[in-house]
């Protein structure tokens, strides 16, 4: 679906919550569009980078939601943002304010606080993004948006400063966002693992892993793929590499939810989870190394 611009938002003051690797760049991107706004992170050095940069730096999250009109958030997960909204956004909500969740957050929470924002005559928009600190740095993400259609009309402005137009996409009711974030991270977590898997078949059954990449990498298409995986593994990266572990059981419980399975994903969980080979994903958030696990057995691990 696509947005129609017959209904804007007249120049709002935006708030923004969570300043970390991708709110911070977000941030930034908003008050150079000439955005009024004003930011908070429980680190006082994203709020004195923001400052820095011209905008206005909080004293609280309760003085950003007082003080705007559409309140941003870009937390690490579905509980940090829950707790944020129950003990802050909620409680200074007004009529008409806009709260927009930039975060992967569970569905059925989403919903759920959706719910509560629409009693006190406010609205919930999911707009979970992907492209990284490089897509927010440039105001290139893909996001994929739910919530009441016209509201999301209104907001479209402000999510073409942060991501890429035709790829700024409305999926439909609330939660509707995060459904299809979660389309995105499996897509990336499931295809990143199969080849990591391939690969640790060859390493563990004594293959080199160089003559791997050669013989089946080093080409286009899946190919590519593989390839990039392989390489590095080669380069001792392997330790490093996601499978989207944190964010896994965000949509097995939407899945069990609405009564359908996603085997290929519970089985990557419940494999990662019953080792304790730890690392952090590139959001900085505690994960599992499939990789690892993988390859614990083999005298050939590639670290």
């Keep these: 679906m696509k947005f129609n611009r017959k209904e804007k938002l007249k120049i709002p003051r935006i708030g923004f919550i969570g300043l970390g690797n991708m709110g911070g760049r977000m941030a930034r991107n908003l008050h150079n569009a000439g955005y009024p706004l004003i930011g908070y ?4 050095a994203k709020c004195t980078a923001l400052a820095a940069a011209g905008a206005t730096a909080g004293q609280d999250a309760a003085e950003v939601v007082k003080n705007s009109d559409v309140v941003m958030t870009s937390l690490r997960s579905s509980d940090i943002f829950c707790r ?7 409680p200074n909500a007004r009529d008409g304010h806009i709260f927009i969740d930039l975060g992967t957050t569970e569905v ?5 606080m959706a719910t509560v924002f629409a009693e006190k005559g406010a609205t919930l928009v999911d707009a979970p993004v992907s492209g990284g600190p490089q897509g927010s740095e440039t105001g290139t993400l893909r996001i994929f948006v739910g919530g009441d259609a016209a509201t999301v009309e209104k907001c479209r402005p402000i999510l073409e400063v942060l991501g890429e137009p035709k ?10 966002g995060q459904i299809v974030k979660g389309v995105n991270q499996l ?8 080849f990591m898997e391939a690969m640790a078949f060859g390493v563990c059954a004594g293959v080199d892993p160089t003559a791997i990449r050669e013989a089946v990498g080093m080409g286009e298409g899946w190919r590519g793929q593989f390839d990039r995986i392989a ?4 380069d001792g990266e392997g330790g490093t590499l996601v499978v989207k572990y944190p964010e896994l059981p965000y949509f097995l ?6 009564g359908f399975e996603i085997p290929l994903t519970e089985a990557l969980y419940e494999f990662c ?16 190394s499939f990789w690892r696990t993988l390859t614990k057995h083999s005298d050939s691990e590639q670290d």
């Design 253 to 258: 419980a939407a899945a069990e939810a609405s």
């Design 231 to 234: 390489k590095r593994i080669i």
């Design 167 to 176: 790829y700024v996409v409305y999926c439909g009711p609330s939660g509707c």
């Design 84 to 90: 944020v909204a129950e003990q802050h956004l909620i």
């Design 41 to 44: 992170d429980i680190d006082a």
């Design 273 to 288: 989870k019953k080792e304790n080979y730890e690392m952090f994903d590139n959001m900085n958030r505690p994960s599992r």
């Design 187 to 194: 897509a990336m977590g499931l295809g990143d693992a199969a």
């Design 108 to 112: 059925e929470k989403t919903r759920d």
